[in-house]
């Protein structure tokens, strides 16, 4: 990690904001490849401080507190991972319409990396969006950035929503998850399996990561392995760990 991170003046939008009204933590689920059983990486997972769910917090953010909510998480997944010495990546999602200018809102991401002394290449920035009208300039544009300051980039929940392959054509992250309804009972499901094949060859062709999450079945794992995923996240692996590292379950012969 460079000695010193060049951070940006904020902008005016990202200053004039109140402080949230309420406190939340994380907990961590490990992200796994099973070539050599190796953890590539941590995601970073919204809960509140007496272990309730994402919901419970989610639910209480606003247009007015969307942006510092945003902010706070990235914050708080630096400041854990930090302190839970995570050797690997670390995966923080974000809110694209919280993000007013990318270059000069990622200033709190690179204060916290600096002050917790945390390597900023070992953060995934993770696309996530429960609302349907995204600007794809906008997204494009924080992609580009967050590429430009070295992490690398997710798009969550591929294949759901507006997560799909015209994304791709538009701009390419270092990575894409497969959504967990596509992975659902793939074993048994041969048009999931065609969908699924159809993803990984356009990956493949632009040079895309692959990562099936929600996996829970040694069936769904092989499946997928067969047709040459090899990053995972799902139960089958680990639950998340509530502001601690989970152990991971490995399954036989994985």
């Known amino acids: 990690m460079p000695t010193e991170i060049e951070i940006p003046k904020p902008c005016k939008a990202c200053q004039e904001n109140e402080p949230l009204p309420f406190d939340f933590t994380m907990a961590f689920q490990p ?3 099973t070539r050599d059983n190796s953890v590539f990486a941590y995601e970073a997972l919204v809960r509140g401080t007496d272990g309730a769910g994402a919901w419970s917090i989610l639910s209480r953010v606003t247009e007015e507190n969307r942006y510092v909510f945003d902010q706070s998480c990235r914050v708080k997944a630096v400041e854990l991972a930090a302190r839970l010495k995570i050797p690997c990546f670390v995966s923080i999602n974000f809110l694209p319409n919280a993000v007013y200018k990318a270059a000069t809102c990622i ?4 204060e916290a990396a600096r002050r917790y002394n945390f390597p900023t290449d070992r953060l995934i920035f993770e696309i ?22 070295g992490f690398k980039t997710a798009i969550d929940d591929f294949g759901a929503g507006y997560s799909g ?5 538009e701009f390419q992250p270092d990575i894409i998850k497969l959504d967990m309804e596509i992975v659902r009972d793939i074993d048994h499901d041969p048009v999931r399996q ?13 040079s895309i990561d692959v990562i099936a999450e929600g996996v829970e079945s040694r069936e769904e794992l092989d499946i997928l392995r067969s047709m040459g995923v090899f990053l995972f996240q799902g139960y089958l692996f680990a639950k998340p760990g509530f502001e601690h590292l989970p152990e991971i379950n490995w399954p036989v012969d994985a």
């Open 128 to 149: 996530t969006e429960n609302e349907r009208l995204v600007d794809k300039e906008h997204l494009k544009s924080i992609i580009t950035e967050y590429k430009r300051q």
């Open 165 to 169: 392959l015209n994304l791709l054509a």
């Open 31 to 33: 992200i796994v490849d």
């Open 194 to 206: 065609a969908i699924v094949r159809g993803i990984l060859g356009v990956c493949e062709a632009l």
């Open 107 to 110: 200033r709190a991401t690179l």
